[in-house]
């Protein structure tokens, strides 16, 4: 009895250990290292997943390597930097990104030079303000970007330079990149993302050029690319179409497009405090200091609606009796001014409030963001738990069928083993977990192909979250010819034809 005990602590503590590897987007082991901070570096260029930077430069802290190839210390000082810039910590970064740019001038590492010019540009700019040099840098990683024909990083750099001469209030120049970028992203065919906020800054730009007529023009095709739901950039569409109608003093047009600001910011806190209160919440405890705050935002909202209508109803009133009277009395006139002034001094006290509505949204934006991560890490140790357990479970039958020698005690265990596999409460678990992140998804893909299995399920989880085939061969202990091969069974099954994207289809599910 005291051999079984100590032998089921001894694995539960293997697991532990296991599962907590995956925390990662990679297990990092000391043994092979220098493979491994190279491909973290390429992970982190193409995803950007703060995570996965903490865990490989704690990972490196921890293990005091002494690595002499200047290819791979130029990698680590330049994830240093990155890691600096995301604490403001401008000047360090910058001293790291110096010292990572001499090694890649010596490397010859075009892309990474042009990441280097490109961070450093923004360390510039949020550091020193100094918009200027934050120019040249972007352009000296746009130049590399060229050489090797990496269209993502070159929009990047394209997005970076439209919003630092938008901060410079430089207008025409930022609607030029604006506009340049727009022609990458379609050239690159894969992207979408940014479009409607790209045309937004080209529609605020000819406002502030006093070219309205342009700006409402790219105003309405940021419409078109923005998503309905998306209630973020709706908000800044429609903050911009207001200053348009104070300009042309159509103050009552005005009026109700910063209403629909508010409400757009009022949509954003609320889809954002929902999704939080499924799960952020209760990780943290924070479920009734966010109650409080979510009463306090509702009962200043329904005051601050409150009060604009009854604004409207004012107006609309002091209008009707106004027009009628103005023909008999000249004097009419200077209450209707007195009526227009009051009225911008509302509108002024609107755009303060939705500026602090503003403020609470990125903050719940922010703690959204490490929720999702956290919950997919959780995910992907649903994922890798039972295939681990499975793993030990077929080493010990292999063993016991080679070797009959082997003790009945050992088979015992290994029974005991598969009896903790439950592979309907672990899938159970792993949708939960999942539909966090995309809800109902799994209803919709059985829908639509009713023939997948639980494996083909799990493997549309990888595909939709982006993993290469190489990355889940990782993940799950396989090889990846063996994903491809899972991967092009799915798409048989779906219907697809074979230089179809299956990412395409799950996308839109």
Same mark, same amino acid.
């Given at each position: 009895?005291?051999?079984?005990?100590?032998?089921?602590?001894?694995?539960?503590?293997?697991?532990?250990f296991f599962l907590n590897a995956q925390n990662?987007?990679?297990?990092?082991?000391p043994n092979n290292y220098k493979e491994q901070?190279?491909?973290?570096?390429?992970?982190?260029?193409?995803?950007?997943?703060?995570?996965?930077? %903490?865990?490989?430069?704690?990972?490196?802290?921890?293990?005091?390597?002494? +690595?002499?190839?200047?290819?791979?210390?130029?990698?680590?000082?330049?994830?240093?930097?990155?890691?600096?810039?995301?604490?403001?910590?401008?000047?360090?970064?910058?001293?790291?990104?110096?010292?990572?740019?001499?090694? !890649?001038?010596?490397?010859?590492?075009?892309?990474?030079?042009?990441?280097?010019?490109?961070?450093?540009?923004?360390?510039?700019?949020?550091?020193?303000?100094? @918009?200027?040099?934050?120019?040249?840098?972007?352009?000296?990683?746009?130049?590399?970007?060229?050489?090797?024909?990496?269209?993502?990083?070159?929009? %990047?750099?394209?997005?970076?330079?439209? &919003?630092?001469?938008?901060?410079?209030?430089?207008? $025409?120049?930022?609607?030029?990149?604006?506009?340049?970028? /727009?022609?990458? +992203?379609?050239?690159?065919?894969?992207?979408?993302?940014?479009?409607?906020?790209?045309? @937004? =800054?080209?529609?605020?730009?000819? =406002?502030? *050029?006093?070219?309205? $007529?342009?700006?409402?023009?790219?105003?309405?095709?940021?419409?078109?690319?923005?998503?309905?739901?998306?209630?973020?950039?709706?908000?800044?569409?429609?903050?911009?179409? !207001?200053?348009?109608?104070?300009?042309?003093?159509? @103050?009552?047009?005005?009026?109700e497009r910063y209403k629909k600001v508010n409400?757009?910011?009022?949509?954003?806190? $609320?889809?954002?405090?929902?999704? &939080?209160?499924?799960? =952020?919440?209760?990780? &943290?405890?924070?479920?009734?200091? *966010?109650?409080?705050?979510? $009463?306090?935002?509702?009962?200043?909202?329904?005051?601050?609606?409150?009060?604009?209508?009854?604004?409207?109803?004012?107006? /609309?009133?002091?209008?009707?009796?106004?027009?009628?009277?103005?023909?008999?009395?000249?004097?009419?006139?200077?209450?209707?001014?007195?009526?227009?002034?009051?009225?911008?001094?509302?509108?002024?006290? *609107?755009?303060?409030?939705?500026? %602090?509505?503003? %403020?609470?949204?990125?903050?719940?934006?922010?703690?959204?963001?490490?929720?999702?991560?956290?919950?997919?890490?959780?995910?992907?140790?649903?994922?890798?738990? #039972?295939? !681990?357990?499975?793993? +030990?479970?077929?080493?010990?039958?292999?063993?016991?069928?080679?070797?009959?020698?082997?003790?009945? @005690?050992?088979?015992?265990?290994?029974?005991?083993?598969?009896?903790?596999?439950?592979?309907?409460? *672990?899938?159970?678990?792993?949708?939960?977990?999942?539909?966090?992140?995309?809800?109902?998804?799994? #209803?919709?893909?059985?829908?639509?192909?009713?023939?997948?299995?639980?494996?083909?399920?799990?493997?549309?989880?990888?595909?939709?979250?982006?993993?290469?085939?190489?990355?889940? !061969?990782?993940?799950?202990?396989?090889?990846?010819?063996?994903?491809?091969?899972?991967?092009?069974?799915?798409?048989?099954?779906?219907?697809?034809?074979?230089?179809?994207?299956?990412?395409?289809?799950?996308?839109?599910?």
């Amino acid at each position: 009895m005291k051999i079984s005990t100590a032998f089921m602590y001894c694995f539960l503590g293997f697991c532990s250990f296991f599962l907590n590897a995956q925390n990662s987007d990679q297990q990092l082991k000391p043994n092979n290292y220098k493979e491994q901070i190279v491909h973290s570096y390429y992970l982190f260029q193409k995803h950007e997943n703060e995570r996965l930077l %903490d865990s490989v430069l704690r990972f490196i802290k921890l293990n005091e390597f002494v +690595i002499k190839e200047d290819s791979i210390n130029s990698k680590i000082y330049y994830l240093k930097g990155v890691s600096n810039l995301y604490l403001k910590r401008y000047e360090k970064a910058e001293s790291y990104f110096l010292r990572s740019f001499d090694l !890649a001038e010596k490397t010859n590492d075009i892309l990474l030079k042009g990441t280097i010019y490109n961070s450093r540009g923004v360390c510039v700019s949020m550091g020193k303000k100094n @918009y200027i040099k934050a120019e040249e840098l972007y352009k000296k990683a746009i130049k590399n970007y060229v050489k090797i024909n990496e269209l993502p990083q070159q929009i %990047d750099s394209y997005y970076n330079l439209t &919003l630092n001469e938008r901060k410079r209030k430089n207008w $025409e120049k930022s609607s030029e990149y604006a506009i340049t970028c /727009l022609k990458l +992203i379609d050239e690159d065919k894969e992207r979408v993302g940014g479009i409607s906020r790209l045309y @937004y =800054f080209i529609a605020d730009n000819n =406002f502030e *050029l006093n070219k309205n $007529e342009e700006a409402i023009q790219n105003l309405r095709k940021a419409e078109k690319y923005a998503a309905s739901d998306d209630s973020y950039v709706n908000g800044f569409i429609n903050e911009t179409y !207001a200053k348009i109608y104070e300009s042309k003093k159509e @103050y009552t047009l005005a009026l109700e497009r910063y209403k629909k600001v508010n409400q757009n910011l009022r949509q954003t806190n $609320e889809k954002n405090e929902g999704k &939080l209160s499924k799960s =952020f919440i209760k990780e &943290l405890d924070l479920e009734s200091k *966010l109650k409080s705050e979510k $009463e306090a935002i509702i009962d200043t909202q329904s005051k601050q609606l409150l009060l604009s209508v009854l604004i409207i109803v004012t107006f /609309l009133l002091l209008t009707i009796v106004l027009y009628w009277l103005i023909k008999k009395n000249k004097k009419k006139n200077n209450r209707i001014k007195q009526l227009n002034s009051d009225l911008q001094s509302l509108i002024l006290n *609107l755009k303060n409030k939705n500026h %602090d509505l503003v %403020d609470k949204k990125q903050e719940i934006e922010n703690l959204l963001k490490l929720n999702e991560q956290a919950t997919f890490s959780r995910v992907l140790k649903i994922n890798t738990y #039972n295939d !681990a357990i499975r793993k +030990i479970t077929d080493d010990i039958e292999i063993y016991t069928e080679n070797n009959s020698s082997a003790s009945s @005690y050992l088979i015992t265990v290994n029974k005991k083993l598969l009896a903790l596999i439950s592979e309907e409460e *672990l899938w159970q678990d792993f949708k939960i977990q999942f539909e966090k992140i995309r809800p109902d998804f799994f #209803n919709k893909l059985k829908e639509h192909t009713p023939s997948l299995s639980i494996n083909d399920l799990k493997h549309c989880t990888y595909i939709i979250s982006n993993l290469k085939s190489k990355e889940v !061969a990782q993940l799950i202990n396989v090889s990846p010819r063996s994903v491809e091969t899972t991967r092009y069974r799915i798409k048989k099954k779906m219907g697809l034809d074979k230089e179809d994207n299956i990412y395409d289809l799950l996308s839109v599910l």
